[in-house]
Every structure is written in structure tokens, then in C-alpha cells.
């Protein structure tokens, strides 16, 4: 079975400091990964994602996310956060055997200071 | 416009009194899938479905029914609520491709059963 582990659950920062979240998943074969991102109530929207080639993928706002599979590690950075950021943000893994199930991690809740 | 609508988007009710959450979408994917999410523990799946009159229990499914008559449609039913089936509710869907399985969600139905 997968699973999907994110370690921070709640992110206070000021604005233009720079993010990261972490996440690892477990699953022993393929894997295709996600970042998706809740602004306040809001629906769930896809920040990024990984397939296959280059483990470094950029997303729309700025964010990117690397994939370090020794790691079992698809951790989300941004250099330099704003207000509207302010989110929830989860992991979420597909295994290649899994048939279209997504796992999501817990989610992380990023709250960025004006 | 693509989007996945649920309805409603808030339902108040009582222990035991049938409901029926609604999910539709205009996109004719194969795939659709039902999630709770719970502070803390991110999106869980509760059902989902390949296909027409093919459904599947996710990883939290008692408590729940679903249906697939028709390819847009795939309601949530609650046949007798409980207090611990309050929660945040979305739908989502998506064309399965191979193995890249981008979903795309409602926008939530916020369920509290008292």
C-alpha cells in the first residue's frame, strides 16, 4: 500500500521568506507525484506535478518541487513566499499499481504574515 | 467552462435522516472519486469509480453509498448519518491516461450531522 508523510503541519513565515515542505511517500515501485495547493475556501487546485525525466518541476506561482528517489522525497519550495499563498498544501502520490488512486498526505497549513 | 459541481455546498442535519450529496461533471471522465478530509489527516478516498456502473470502496467507505447510472454523475449517499461523518466533502475526476492521473475537485460540501 502507499502512503504519504508530511512532516510540518502548520508553517507561519513572513512575506519573501523563502518555503519548503517537506514530504516522502512509501511505495516500492513507479510513482507519479503531486503538490496540490488549497487557498481559504477554496477547492483543491494542482500546483505540480511529476511524471517522469528531469526530478526538478516547476509549477505556476513560482513554486517547484524536486523528486529525490533514493529519498522516497518530492519536498515543495518557493524562494520567496507572499500573502496569497496562504494555503494548505498536500502531497499526494500515485503508485503505478494502484490504478488511478491517489494517496494525499495530511497537508501542511501555511500561513504567510503581511 | 470544465468543472466538477457538487450540491450542496453546506448541509446541516441530524443523526439518521438520509442524505444524498450531488456530483456532476462536464469534462466526460471515466473516472470519478469520492474524499473526506479531516484536519490532519488530509483527503481520505471513500469510493470511486472507473466507470459506468463500476464503483470501488476507497479506504473510508462505511457508512457511504454510491452510484454510477450515468457518466457525469456520481452521488454520495449517507443512508443513516452519524456524528463522526461530519466533514469537509469533495468530488473529483479525471480521464484515466496510462498512469497520470490529474484530478480535478469540486468545490466541497461542508457536511455536519448533529
Known amino acids: 500500500a502507499q502512503s504519504v508523510s508530511q512532516h510540518n503541519h502548520h508553517v507561519i513565515l513572513s512575506e519573501a521568506a523563502s518555503l519548503e515542505l517537506g514530504c516522502n511517500y512509501s511505495y516500492g515501485g513507479t510513482v507519479n507525484l503531486f503538490w496540490y495547493v488549497q487557498y481559504p475556501g477554496q477547492h483543491l487546485q494542482l500546483l505540480l506535478k511529476?511524471?517522469?525525466?528531469?526530478?526538478l518541476v516547476k509549477g505556476i506561482k513560482g513554486f517547484e518541487a524536486e523528486f529525490i528517489k533514493s529519498k522516497f522525497s518530492f519536498n515543495l519550495r518557493k524562494p520567496s513566499v507572499q500573502w496569497s499563498d496562504t494555503a494548505e498544501y498536500f502531497c499526494a502520490v500515485e503508485g503505478k499499481a494502484a490504478g488511478n488512486k491517489l494517496t494525499f498526505g495530511g497537508g501542511t497549513r501555511v500561513l504567510v504574515k503581511p | 467552462e470544465a468543472q466538477v459541481t457538487q450540491n450542496p455546498r453546506y448541509l446541516i442535519t441530524v443523526t439518521g435522516k438520509k442524505l444524498t450529496v450531488t456530483c456532476s461533471q462536464n469534462m466526460n471522465h471515466e473516472y470519478m472519486s469520492w474524499y473526506r478530509q479531516d484536519p490532519g489527516l488530509g483527503l481520505r478516498q471513500i469510493y470511486y469509480s472507473m466507470n459506468v456502473e463500476v464503483t470501488d470502496k476507497g479506504d473510508v467507505p462505511e457508512g457511504y453509498k454510491v452510484s454510477r447510472k450515468e457518466k457525469r454523475n456520481f452521488p454520495l449517499i449517507l443512508e443513516s448519518p452519524s456524528p463522526n461523518q461530519t466533514s469537509l466533502y469533495f468530488c473529483a475526476s479525471s480521464t484515466p491516461g496510462g498512469f497520470k492521473n490529474i484530478q480535478y475537485f469540486g468545490a466541497g460540501t461542508r457536511l455536519s450531522v448533529l
Open positions: 511529476y511524471f517522469s525525466g528531469d526530478p
